[in-house]
């Protein structure tokens, strides 16, 4: 058996252990995303559906960094694209990429890109101002400048009106960003190999 000076390990066998846990990360994100859809959601006529996964989108990017926070959310849609009933209520297939909840899951994509940037940024230390901003300006702002036009187009409905039916989503998106920032801020303390890249 071949030993290695110091006790270290070679450096592949470490960088495959790091592609394999960044892998193992961003599959639990993906079915995370997945199990928050179970509850369902709350339909509003003609309007894109109350869910609680925009939460899991907000702690894939808050945890996971910008580059496998989106990896997560690429993988979780090309699930659902395959078929699988991924989404609240039990929906999947490409028929929901053409529906008015199209721009909002593409979002997530760049959503959680940008909650990992905004709580990586600096230090690289997550902070609870940093984890509640991430969380409003990807999980929030961004999901609605992209979700809120696609709306619209595939609606009918005029941007100011699609707007102002969105702001129903307000409190309860800003509840999952207060929730998201906690679960962050207690996970860096318990467990903060999940952060490391």
């Known amino acids: 058996m071949n030993s290695v000076p110091g006790g270290t390990r070679p450096a592949a066998t470490v960088q495959s252990t790091s592609v394999a846990h960044s892998i193992a990360y961003i599959a639990v994100f ?5 199990v928050l859809g179970l509850p369902g959601n709350i339909p509003l006529p003609g309007l894109v559906p109350i869910t609680a996964q925009t939460l899991g989108v907000m702690l894939a990017g808050a945890v996971l960094g910008a580059r496998r926070g989106a990896l997560s959310m690429i993988l979780f849609l090309a699930l659902v694209a395959m078929g699988l009933p991924l989404l609240s209520g039990g929906r999947g297939g490409l028929g929901v990429f053409v529906g008015p909840s199209a721009g909002y899951m593409i979002a ?3 959503g959680a890109a940008v909650v990992g940037l905004v709580v ?3 230090s ?12 409003v300006l990807g999980g929030m702002i961004t999901l609605y400048v992209i979700g809120i036009p696609v709306q619209a187009a595939v609606t009918g409905m005029s941007l100011g009106q699609t707007f102002t039916a969105s702001l129903l989503f307000l409190p309860g998106d800003l509840i999952k ?3 998201a920032s ?8 318990a467990y903060p190999r999940a952060f490391h890249q």
Not at 182 to 189: A, F, P, Q, R, S
């Open 30 to 34: 993906a079915a995370l995303v997945a």
């Open 108 to 110: 997530w994509v760049v």
């Open 120 to 122: 990586r940024s600096g």
């Open 124 to 135: 690289g230390r997550p902070t609870r101002l940093k984890a509640f901003a991430g969380c």
């Open 177 to 179: 960003a207060v929730i």
């Open 182 to 189: 906690i679960v962050t801020m207690g996970l860096w303390k």
